[in-house]
């Protein structure tokens, strides 16, 4: 019974405390919340501005695409927060 229950709550301990670092963790949410976020902010903006002109020369078409690539980084970032990953999020 007793023992029933700590393995059922062990097993549905959440992903990042099954694998991965915790301090990692806490470093990507910091670089989330303090650098990501903004920067994909000013970047979507940005994007919003240029998209329209993307037909008009190929240069706006690879400058939205490389917004697209800095708005993404957040959901990079996400994904090391959940899995603890040592490795730096790039949003390259």
Known sequence: SFLYIF?????NKSKMARSGNAL???????LLIFIAWPIAGFCA????FFLP???VHNIFKQVTEFLEKIMSWPR???TAIINGSKSFPSPF
């Open 45 to 48: 903006a940005w994007w919003v």
């Open 76 to 78: 990079d970032v996400g």
């Open 53 to 55: 002109f993307e037909g």
């Open 7 to 11: 393995k059922l709550k062990n097993k």
């Open 24 to 30: 990692y963790s806490l470093i990507w949410i910091i």
